[in-house]
């Protein structure tokens, strides 16, 4: 059964590969096009969650095996641990294979976000072009948003995307043009706010597919299920314009991830 949303959604933030939670709970990229192809999303950025449990570098190659048979609906993320002493070489790699950007997770790869752990990633995106998708921890924390300032501020040509749209994430976004938040796993009143505080042009649509969809099999870790119609039937009934939506769901994102 197709449940087509209505919208040409473009996700910025899914992932593949071996989830952190459950031993053998895998994603692969066939899922995620299934995901894809079922409910009519446009286009999906996704990053291997297999850098955090298993490898960046195996992580990598799954992202690459990802864009080389799905690269019309699946984008690459490279996803960086900087933990790991060897990160800069899978950089070759993601430029040959057009990544489009990178993700780090501070949470999953342990580490706080100051200067010191996160400037060769940031000198990273510099030199390539590539914004940065980032888990975003709760207000208050080691990882949360306004922990990412000083990398803000010295690093204003790279875009900069702060997941989850946290309350302390929005001052940054109001600040700074480089700032972005995303709609990930966000309950859609606190969407609203964000859209109220903002406006339109700051936030991007992410899902964290593929969580919760339905993959067409029995995933190792069950979750509420989710859909993409669902997902904007969420926003639309907290009264989100349609024009803002269509910023949300997709413009947005052709913009900062300069997509054709
Ligand atoms: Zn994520």
């Known amino acids: ?7 040409p959604v473009i996700d910025i933030h899914t992932h593949i590969g071996r989830l952190p939670g459950v031993v053998g709970e895998i994603y692969t990229p066939d899922d995620l096009n299934y995901i894809g192809e079922r409910e009519g999303v446009r286009f999906m950025l996704a990053s291997s969650a297999t850098a955090t449990t298993v490898g960046q570098r195996h992580a990598t190659l799954e992202a690459i ?26 950089v070759p790699l993601a430029v040959r ?3 489009y950007g990178i ?7 342990h580490y706080a976000v100051d200067r ?16 940065i998708l980032t888990h975003t921890d709760v207000d208050g924390t080691p990882m949360s948003a306004s922990c990412y300032e000083p990398l803000i501020q010295a ?27 995303d709609t990930t796993y966000v309950d859609p009143a606190m969407v609203e706010i964000g859209v109220d505080a903002l406006g339109p042009d700051k936030i991007l649509f992410g899902s964290d597919a593929a969580e919760g969809f339905d993959v067409g099999r029995a995933p ?41």
């Open 116 to 131: 010191a752990a996160l400037d060769r990633v940031f000198a990273c995106a510099r030199e390539h072009g590539w914004p």
């Open 103 to 109: 993700k780090i997770h501070p949470v999953l790869d």
């Open 65 to 90: 095996d990802m864009v080389q048979r799905h690269g019309a609906r699946l984008g690459g993320m490279l996803w960086i641990n900087p933990h790991d002493p060897a990160w800069a070489e899978d």
């Open 155 to 181: 690093y204003p040509d790279v875009v900069l995307i702060l997941a989850h749209l946290r309350l302390g994430a929005i001052p940054l976004a109001k600040r700074y043009t480089s700032v972005y938040l």
């Open 1 to 7: 059964m197709r449940v087509n949303v209505d919208l």
């Open 220 to 260: 190792g870790r069950p979750r509420p299920p989710r859909s993409y119609a669902g997902l904007i039937a969420g926003l639309r009934e907290r009264g989100i314009p349609e024009s803002a939506l269509e910023k949300i769901v997709y413009h947005n994102a052709h913009a900062v991830f300069n997509l054709t």
């Open 97 to 99: 294979h057009k990544f």
